[in-house]
Every structure is written in C-alpha cells, then in structure tokens.
C-alpha cells in the first residue's frame, strides 16, 4: 500500500472535512435556519455540547466521525461486506451504487419515504441528488448500528445536520478516498489504523510544536501525540514471541511454528511456564491499543490455533472474540477503529451473512472520565448493596476521574470488579431514573476495571512516548505518586503495568524507546526487567528503523516471573541502514542463522557487574570484568556538566564576530579573567566528531565573572526551570581538561582543553590531574572509551554519568597522545577559523616551491604524511590500552582512513563514499578557495604578508592602525573598506584585479598566468566568476553563518560589494554610496550611450548594432534597478549613520542593514 498517498489524503481530508463541518454549524446555527425549523432538539444538543466542551472541538469532532464511517464503509465495500456499495460505484459506473439503485427504484430496506419523495420530484430540492444520497448514507450508518455499535451509533442528532456538502463531486472526499483505497489497499484491515495515524499527523505536530514552548500535553491531545503505528513485521515479533511461545510450550506437537517467521525458538527447554489446555483459555490484552494492530494479528495467530485444534471455522471468530482479546484506549475515535479492525477480521473469516448473524462483538475498552460526588456515593451505595459497597469499591470509583489523562495505569482497587460487576447489573431499579444513571455510571467504572484486572496470559503492547517534560501537571503529579520508580516517561511506567496486567509467568511483549536498555534514568526499570522479570528476546532498531520513528527502538519479550541464568536472544540492526525495508530482512536473517555477527545471547544477571546495569548484551565477559577494576574516570577526571546560558544569541558569539581586544584567551583562572578586564571568553561547546584537539569556536560573555548570565538567569521567568539556567561547576572555569562533545555525530571524541575555558553542557569536560591528562586523553580517544560508551549507553548523547562510569587503567601513553595532540592542533591552526592562525600553509616557506601547483603537490604530501602519522599513533594508541585491558580477544587496534580527524584528511572531510579521486578534487577546490579567502583578509588588513596572525580585528580600526603593526606591507590592504565585486572591470579596487595583484606578489610574475590556471581549473571556473557568484556562499558557510566580510547587493546583483565588519564606520555606507555606487551608475550611463551610438553607427556590421541594442536594454534595465536601490535603500541608510557594535554578534547586526545586503537565511 502506498503510505505516501494515504498521509496526503488523510491530512487534505482532515482540513476539507473541519473546513466544510464549520460551514455547516455557521449556516445551522444561523437565526432562522432551517435546521431550527426541521429539527429543533437536534439544534439544541449542537447548542450544548458547543457550551460544554467549545466549538472547534465539536467541529473536530464531528469531522473525525464523519472520516471514520467513509472510511469503514470504503473498507467494506471493497471487501464486499456491504449487499450495495455505500460510497463506491459499481464496476462501470460513477455514481455510489447506492444511489444508483435507489434511483433505479430500490431502496434499501426501511429507507425513509423522502428518499424516494426526493427522487420523484415530489420533495423540491436544489439538488436532489446530493439530498437523496445523505439521507441515503445516514440510513446506511444506522442500519450498521446494529452489527457495530461502537463506529456507527445511531444517527439522530447533529452529527447528521453536519455531514459534509459535497459527497459526489469528482473532487469530493468520497472520490478522493476512492483512489487511495483501492480494492488491494483493502485487502488489509491495518490501512485503517494507517489512515487514523495520518489524519492525526497535523495535530500532533501542533502539539509538538507546542511543547517547543513549553506548552504541556492536555489530556484531549494525549492521543494525538502519543498514536504511533506499528510496523506489522514488529507486530509479528512481539505477538510470535509471546501467544505463540505460550501455545508452542503448552503444545510442542503443534505445526504453529512454520507459520510464525518471526518466532525464536528457545535454545534450552522450559518447564515453568503457564499451563493453557484449550484456545479458550488463553486471555490476551493490548492495555494501548490504539487502532488494534496487535489485536489483529493476534486475532489471525488464535484463529490458526483453534483451526489446527479442529474447531468449526464458523465459530472461531465468535469465540476469539469472545474468550481471548481485550484492548484498552483512551481515544474513542482509535477504540473504535480496533473494534473495527476485528469486526472486519471476523467479516474475512465468515463472509457478510454469517458476519450479520454474529452476536459477539470484539472487546474494546475505551476509558472515559466517570466521576462520583459525595453526595452521590449514597446512592452508589443503594445501587451496589451494603455488602459490596466496601472501602475498596468506593476508592476504585473514584479512580476514573481522570481516565484520559491516566489510561491503562490506573490499577483498580478492588480485586473482583467482575462479580461485582454481575450483581450491580443485575439489580433493577424501575422508575428510578435517578439511580438507573447512578448504576450505569457504576457498571461503567466496573467494566474499566474488570479490563484492567490482572488476568492475562499475554499482554503486548506498544505504549504511548511522553517524557517527563511534556507531561501536564495532573500526569505528573500522578506518575509521582503511583510509578515513583518509573516517572520520567509514560512508556516507562506501562512496562510495570503490563506485567501487572498478566498472570504470574505471563508473557509480555512491548515496543518502545531503547532507551531503557541504557540511560540512568531508567536504571530502576531495568532492575524491574532484569530481577522480576525474564527478558527472552531483544531487536534494537536504528532511528531509520521505519517511517514516524523519532527516537530509537526497541522491541522486546519478557517473562512475568525471575529466571535466574535464563539467555535471551538479541538482534542489534543499530548498524544498518535502508530503513523499514531493511529491518525485517535482517531480523529474518538473525532468526534463521544465530551466527551471525550481530546476534547475541545474553541473561539479565551478567549485567549486574555494569555501573547503572545497562542492557549491555554485546559486551564480552572480559570487557564486563573491566568494570571491577578500582578506579574510573568519575574518579579520576571528574567529569562536569557545564554552564547552560537559556540564551545563547545573548551570550555566545563565535569568535572572529567580536574585537580580538575584547577577547581574552589565556586566563589561568576566574580571577586572572576578571582582572583582564575582557568581556569574551573561549567556551567548549562540543561540535562536530573531532579528536585530540580543535572544535575552538565559541567564546561567552563571562565579564565581570558572569555577572550579565548570573542575573539574566536570577531575572528571566522559566529560565531556571529543572536545571536548564544554570552557572554550575565554576571551579573547574578556565582550568586545562579534556572536553568531548555530548551529540553523536560520527564517534566519540576527546579532545585536550587549553587553559582559559569554560565549558557547556555539550561541550562537556573532565579535570584530571595534570600528571594523569594525557593518559584520561588517551583512554577517551581510544577504541576502549567507545566500546564502553556503546555498552554503557549507546544512544545520541554521551552522558557525563556514562562517561564517568568509564574504568581507569593507569597507562602510560604520554608521549603518543602528545604527539596527537599536537599534530591534531596543529591542522586546527591551519586554517583561518581558528584564532591561533598565523598563515596560510601555502604560503609557508616549508611547502613553498616555484609555482602553486608544486607548492600545493608538496603540501599535499605533507598532508598525507600527517594523516599517516596520525593514524599509525592511534593504532599504537589503542593496541596499549587493549593489552592494558587484557581486551586482545574483543577489540582491535585498527583505524580506518575517515576517522582521523584532521582537516586536511580528505576521507574525514568529506566522508568516503565517493571514489579517492572525487576526494582529492573536492580538497584541491576548498584550498584554492581557502587561498583566495586568505587573499581578501589580506585586502581587507585582517592579515598580512608581513606578520602573523591578525592585524585589524578590533572594532572601527584604519588604515594606520594596520600600518602601525606592518609598517612596509608587501601588500596593501584597501584604504576605505569597500571592495567592488563586479561582472568587470569597473574600479582600480575590483577584488578580481585586487587578487591578480595578491598572487604576483605572493607567487611572482613569471609564472602567473600558469598559477592561475592552476586555481581556475581548480576551482572548475575563471576567478570573476567564482568571486561573483561563489565566494560569498563558501564565507558564509566557512563562518558558519556569521560572515566578518559583508556582500552589499543590489536586489538584481548588478552591483556587488564587500565591506569587512570589524573595519566598518559609520560613514562607510556614505563611502560606498557616493565613491562606487553612483559612479558606477555613472560608467552605466557612460556605457548605455556607448551601445546606443554603436547601434547608429552606419559602419557597424548588422550583428554588432542587433548585441548593441539588446545591450543597451540590459543597461538600461540595470541603472533603473540601481537608481531605485539607491533611492529607497543606500541613501536612506547612508543618511542614517547606522552604527554596530561587534559584541551585538552578526546576528543583530546584520539586519540592521536590511535589503542592502545578501539575504542570508537565519540573519536577514
């Protein structure tokens, strides 16, 4: 089935049907309507029920009805469960049969007489047709109220007064969702619960940007941000693993097995296992059921089983539903499609008349909030009896009140709802209208509760995702008192609940976030699992593992009871991609051979000797042994959470934004800050996989010791909300460390962190003692930290808790991590990103050779002899720890090519997926266009031939400043901080003619013209071109979207140019404006008249004056665009004497400048 189209149906569908139901309720509840003509109670229900709750959940309301009954009705009349197609025409035709025949005379039975009034003309109608058809469909739905109460109550109220318009169009719903279920679509029932999920997309992703600001998760939009499809394939393997296991060790004679791929046989025998003698017996629950998916293919397994036990294949649906599926939801909308999705698993097995004739009905539970006076529990007590109306029934009634908000949590006091439930029935109060609403309400809690009571063999379920943060207050709250141990996400305490829903030695099956398997927020759960419980089989998916996953997956089985020594089977797709194709293909693999490389086998005891017991099933018995060893790096390097602003824009630049004066780099300590008198401060922010050194980007407002962030903190509503505001771990401010970053984004990497730091929570960081840096270092950067942190947390982040659980060896490597550390700083510092560049590589005497294209193959050489040298130290690097470790047999000391973290190593620049030779061209383009962006520092006096390191990066600096620093400069630099970037020629400082000038001067005349063929083939274009059209996309990118160099442009791009930020006065729009822009629109005018004599003149060739003429349009054109931009934009601005200040960031002060400058997204 094509999902594609479904959402897209699914979500136009939902807007269509909320756009046309509010149509009608405005012409419904107009004055005078018809409506309150025809049918005035109708009216006033709409009317009271837009009081109670409000309109636009009416509105909703009614629009979901209505979705949910075509689509049903589309269902069956594909599968020929209707005797005329409701909402589909006959093969041939256009119109919905239904309205075929009843125009051809046959109305359906008991139709209502103004159907056929309608058709005969006798009724006026606008249009009759349409009018028949509803009608027509209204009776359809009642005449189904009958077989299926649950999706088609009876239709006497608004819902009918507010059906959509438009059903037989080409273009109405009813069309549209004929092309999305076609008749193989239908040929299973799960497209309904893929159709719920997409309707409800949209909603759920409000609510989730809701969250984004804060907003918590009401218990009417619980549904829509916690309803997550399963796969069918992981439908299969919890449902294989768990009714089918139980059947299996109950009857190991039966033929199930070759029916379930996804089943895992167990390698040892089991004695201690629930006893099942017939099907009957077996009762199984989904306490989240959602649209049904796990009841339904629990439904298809049960009916193999009483088919192979010899039962009548017309009774088996009746007695499955009947005897073994129960499914609890707190949405009424998914209660009713489960219930739905079985009907039509019985429909299948029986065919329409034998479906018409069955009595039972499938078992859907949906929670609804019933709630109890004090007033009213005597009455309670007249309608149970004294003998019942005990302690524990009165607080089980009290315990639905808010069902929406708890769902299958809730676990009912009384222990017996059941024969409660039959006695209470069972009274008859006659007229006593007052205690027949009393009893219904009690018949209502007891039939909650008597689903919720602990007495399934299997229960499975994949529950709803909701962490602590998005919880509402009463959740919360809720989860505190009643699942203290599991209250930091929804999911966590369903796990506990399933089991509590079973039998002792039941069999639970679960999907849900692996995260359990490993964060330290979840180590109680674990113990849950692991002591209480028996995990028997594990598949750990990756984020692609299937369409709608935003978080990892795991789908798992486990035993109601201990098991001591018992091994569980585990499947790690972590490492695969393909995404839901791929997955179920591996698994498969994994069930048939259990050789394979990423199958495991391991008990729930052997994690015990693991800090924080992590599921850590591919960890080997030695690697576990490790764990033992004395010391660990909590110990050691004692690892901090840093600083966490709340307002990063406020508080943190990248660090070529703000002057180099206002930025100290050096200080030892809090004090030696403070006495610098600096505002900008270096600050460990993680950033990209990067080891042994670099990743120096950030720096933070830390004057006057971080009085500006204390007091934003102290002073901003919400900022010290949890722990997110908070200037923690000062002591460890400024002092030398080792730094990793806590995003997953290629490997784990530790870096070494000068003096002169502060930390971030992502750039988290660790203070051994000095004797003991380097080898912490040289753990962290090694195989060994990885594997740990694979075993103890393999999940996007890295935990400072999982980092400190890190064993320590004390394992002199010293000077190997030196030497990388070194080599590793020294391939940061080449490029001018960072703030210890001194010069660019090229032009260092060590690679300098007599033309640029040898001077690049030397560099190029030395490149590679890094590379190698940095690889073979960190292969010397681990094969010390793994012997230290006694890790010879899990572990190897091998690094391949792209996880040398070097800059100038193309594998890990740019990855390896494309050929060697793509590899060393992209390299070749990035240094030349490094060159030439070292070029236009050096125009701009950023930096110079003459000295290393920075010149003007200071606010407001001149001309004189520079020449104060570079006294005789080989090169100098623009005087008024303007640098056309033209299609020509136009002025003496044009930055291609300024960059010819740059590459005789840094490479000599006699071979320039070849040079600079090396750099334009290079770049794969002529200089012009790239400063034109390239080099301010690549600055952009280089300064990660905070350029120092800023492009004015003309809304056409006629006229470019460049103005460097640290250089800029409020006069420098001026100078732009009167020195280069109205003289270029001069040169325009001069040019234009030019063309326009070319095109006169007699001795011109008729191609010349037809070029002159189409010119001197383009010319025109371009002084027009020019004249406008300067009059509604330069000059307004140049009047303005706009002034910036650098510590504002590019941020804020890029779009001061507005349409002036080249549109960047995030800035403009």
Same mark, same amino acid.
Request: net charge negative; hydrophobic share 40%; with cysteine.
């Given at each position: ?111 209502? +007489? ?43 109220? =608004? ?146 089983? =009483? ?143 008597? +689903? ?58 679960? *999907? ?130 840093? *600083? ?25 300590? @809090? ?159 080449? =490029? ?37 040298? *940095? ?53 070749? +383009? ?83 013209? @070849? ?20 080099? =301010? ?90 004249? @406008? ?35 960047? +997204?995030?800035?403009?």
């Amino acid at each position: 089935m094509d999902t594609n189209a479904l959402k897209k149906f699914a979500q136009s569908a939902r807007n269509l049907l909320i756009d046309q139901v509010t149509s009608k309720l405005d012409v419904v509840l107009a004055e005078g309507s018809a409506a309150r003509r025809e049918a005035p109670k109708a009216v006033k229900d709409l009317e009271n029920a837009i009081n109670k709750a409000d309109k636009q959940q009416i509105i909703e309301q009614v629009a979901y009805t209505w979705f949910n009954r075509f689509t049903a009705l589309r269902f069956m009349d594909a599968n020929g469960y209707t005797q005329v197609r409701t909402v589909s025409p006959a093969d041939g035709a256009t119109r919905p049969e239904l309205l075929s025949e009843a125009m051809a005379g046959n109305l359906p039975d008991g139709a209502p +007489a103004t159907i056929q009034s309608l058709l005969d003309g006798r009724t006026p109608s606008h249009d009759l047709q349409a009018e028949a058809y509803r009608l027509l469909l209204v009776h359809t739905c009642n005449q189904w109220h009958g077989p299926m109460t649950f999706l088609f109550e009876q239709i006497d109220d =608004y819902t009918e007064l507010l059906m959509p318009e438009d059903l037989l169009s080409q273009t109405s719903i009813l069309a549209e969702l004929r092309k999305v279920m076609t008749e193989d679509a239908c040929q299973d029932v799960e497209i309904i619960g893929w159709l719920y999920q997409f309707y409800i997309s949209e909603k759920k992703d409000q609510v989730f940007a809701g969250l984004k600001k804060n907003q918590k998760i009401t218990a009417e939009n619980i549904p829509a941000a916690t309803q997550l499809f399963t796969p069918h394939w992981i439908v299969r393997y919890l449902v294989e693993n768990s009714l089918g296991r139980l059947w299996l060790l109950n009857h190991p004679q039966s033929g199930l097995a070759a029916k379930m791929d996804y089943y895992i046989a167990p390698e040892e025998p089991e004695a201690d296992f629930l006893k099942i003698t017939k099907p009957e017996d077996i009762r199984i629950c989904d306490p989240a059921a959602g649209s049904g998916h796990m009841l339904t293919y629990a439904f298809d397994l049960l009916y193999a089983i =009483y088919e192979e036990e010899g039962y009548d294949a017309t009774e088996i649906p009746a007695l499955i539903l009947t005897h073994n599926l129960t499914g609890v939801e707190i949405d009424d909308r998914a209660g009713a499609l489960a219930a739905f999705a079985l009907a039509m698993k019985a429909a299948g097995k029986l065919g329409r008349r034998r479906f018409l004739r069955m009595e039972a009905k499938p078992d859907i539970c949906v929670l609804q909030n019933v709630a109890f006076t004090d007033a009213e529990m005597q009455d309670v007590a007249a309608v149970v009896g004294k003998d019942l109306f005990t302690d524990e029934l009165r607080e089980t009634l009290g315990q639905f009140e808010q069902a929406k908000n708890f769902g299958s949590l809730i676990v009912p006091k009384l222990r017996d709802p059941a024969e409660t439930l039959r006695v209470v029935e069972a009274r008859d109060f006659g007229g006593d209208l007052l205690l027949k609403e009393v009893q219904e309400r009690v018949i209502a809690v007891l039939r909650m509760a008597e +689903a919720l009571s602990p007495k399934y063999h299997v229960v499975v379920a994949n529950p709803p995702y909701m962490g602590a943060k998005g919880m509402n207050d009463t959740v919360s709250d809720w989860l505190k008192a009643n699942y203290p141990d599991f209250k930091s996400d929804l999911f966590a305490a369903f796990i506990p609940r399933c089991a509590r829903l079973g039998e002792p030695l039941a069999r639970i099956g679960i *999907m849900s976030p692996h995260v359990w398997m490993f964060i330290s927020s979840h180590e109680r759960l674990r113990v849950f699992i692991t002591e209480q419980n028996t995990l028997t089989n594990v598949v750990e998916l990756p984020l692609t593992g299937f369409a709608g996953a935003t978080v990892q997956i795991a789908a798992y089985n486990f035993i109601n009871r201990h098991k001591s020594a018992y091994k569980a089977n585990f499947i790690s797709l972590l490492d695969f991609a393909g995404g839901e194709k791929e997955m179920p293909k591996r698994t498969l693999a994994a069930i048939q051979d259990r050789t394979l490389a990423y199958v495991f086998r391991a008990s729930g005891d052997e994690f015990i000797s693991i800090p924080g017991r992590p599921i850590a099933y591919a960890a080997g018995k030695r690697l576990r042994e490790t764990f033992l060893l004395p010391e660990n790096i909590g110990e050691i390097a004692k690892p901090r959470q840093g *600083m966490a602003t709340t307002n990063n824009d406020l508080f943190l630049r990248i660090w070529s934004e703000v002057s180099a004066d206002r930025t100290n780099f050096d200080s030892n300590s @809090e004090t030696d800050a403070f006495a610098s008198g600096a505002k900008w401060f270096p600050y460990n922010k993680g950033g990209p996989f990067r080891k042994w050194s670099g990743n120096f980007i950030y720096v933070v407002n830390f004057e006057n010791r971080g009085k500006t962030i204390c007091d934003y903190i102290d002073n901003t509503p919400g900022a010290r909300v949890g722990s997110n505001g908070r200037v923690i771990n000062r002591e460890f401010y400024f002092k030398e460390g080792v730094t990793w970053s806590d995003i997953k984004t290629g490997g784990f990497g530790a870096r070494l962190s000068p003096s002169g730091f502060i930390f971030d929570v992502k750039g988290s960081s660790g203070f051994p003692d000095p004797q003991k840096r380097l080898s912490v270092l040289g753990l962290l950067s090694s195989k060994l930290a990885a594997r740990y942190i694979d075993v103890l947390n393999p999940t996007v982040t890295f935990q400072v808790g999982d980092i400190a659980r890190i064993p320590y060896r004390n394992v002199d490597v010293d000077s190997v991590t030196q030497k990388l550390s070194n080599l590793s700083k020294s391939d940061w510092d080449a =490029y001018e990103t960072s703030w210890d560049f001194t010069t660019l590589p090229l032009l260092s005497p060590d690679h300098r050779a007599e033309t640029l294209a040898a001077t690049y193959t030397t560099l190029r050489t030395h490149w590679q002899s890094m590379t190698d040298e *940095m690889q073979r130290l960190e292969e010397e690097n681990n094969r010390i720890f793994i012997d230290a470790y006694g890790l010879q047999d899990e572990l190897t000391p091998e690094v391949p090519i792209e996880e040398i973290t070097l800059t100038c190593n193309p594998a890990y620049r740019y990855g390896v997926k494309g050929s060697e030779a793509d590899r060393e061209t992209r390299l070749r +383009a990035d240094t030349m266009a490094e060159f030439l962006s070292y070029a236009v520092g050096c125009m701009f006096g950023r930096y110079s031939l003459d000295a290393p390191g920075l010149i003007l990066a200071n606010q407001g600096e001149r001309l004189e400043d520079y020449l104060a620093r570079a006294p005789e400069p080989s090169f100098m630099p623009d005087e008024d901080n303007v640098i056309p970037v033209l299609d020509e020629n136009w002025f003496p400082d044009d930055i291609t003619e300024r960059f010819r000038l740059f590459l005789r001067v840094t490479f000599g005349e006699a071979h320039f013209r @070849e040079n600079l063929k090396f750099i334009e083939d290079s770049l794969g274009k002529d200089i012009r071109k790239y400063f034109t059209k390239d080099f =301010y996309a690549d600055h952009v990118k280089r300064y990660k979207k905070r350029p120092i160099y800023w492009m004015v442009s003309s809304p056409k791009g006629t006229f470019n140019a460049l103005i460097y930020m640290h250089r800029y006065r409020a006069d420098t729009v001026s100078v732009l404006l009167n020195d280069y822009l109205r003289e270029f629109i001069t040169k325009l005018e001069g040019e234009r008249t030019r063309l326009e004599k070319l095109a006169d003149d007699p001795t011109a060739t008729q191609g010349q004056k037809t070029k002159a003429l189409k010119d001197v349009a383009k010319v025109a054109k371009q002084i027009d665009e020019l004249n @406008e931009w300067e009059r509604d934009v330069i000059f307004p601005l140049a009047q303005q004497k706009i002034e910036i200040d650098l510590d504002d960031g590019v941020k804020a002060n890029y779009p001061k400048f507005g349409s002036a400058l080249k549109k960047i +997204a995030g800035l403009s």
